[in-house]
């Protein structure tokens, strides 16, 4: 084991991603608005595994800051989409989000 490095984990606490091991690619990213719901197709991803990364762009740090959400990103086939992550919930405000598409094998 390394002291450097990415590791990505699922539900079940396994590691789905490790940059210590694996071979990554940084592939596609894009700034989207609190309000822009909308997808891109990489049809060079066909046969490879992602990872979706999402930041929340300046995060308020005062006030109500627990009811900001970043966006929900999702891949189906080479189509990866994102919608306002307060869309998805039954409450919450949405937030300007950075997401990063990476590679790996």
């Known amino acids: 084991m390394s002291d450097f490095g990415f590791k990505s984990?699922?539900?079940s606490g396994n590691?789905?991603?490790d940059s210590d091991s694996l071979l990554n690619r940084f592939r596609y990213s894009i700034e989207a608005t609190s309000t822009t719901t909308g997808?891109?197709?990489l049809s060079d991803i066909s046969g490879l595994s992602t990872v979706e990364l999402v930041t929340m762009v300046n995060p308020p740090t005062t006030g109500s800051w627990y009811?900001?959400?970043a966006h929900t990103v999702t891949r189906s086939g080479t189509k990866i989409s994102w919608v306002p992550g307060g869309s998805t919930l039954a409450f919450g405000v949405s937030n300007a989000s950075v997401i990063e598409v990476f590679l790996y094998s």
């Open 9 to 11: 984990y699922d539900d």
């Open 15 to 17: 590691v789905i991603v």
């Open 39 to 41: 997808n891109t197709t």
């Open 67 to 69: 009811w900001n959400v």
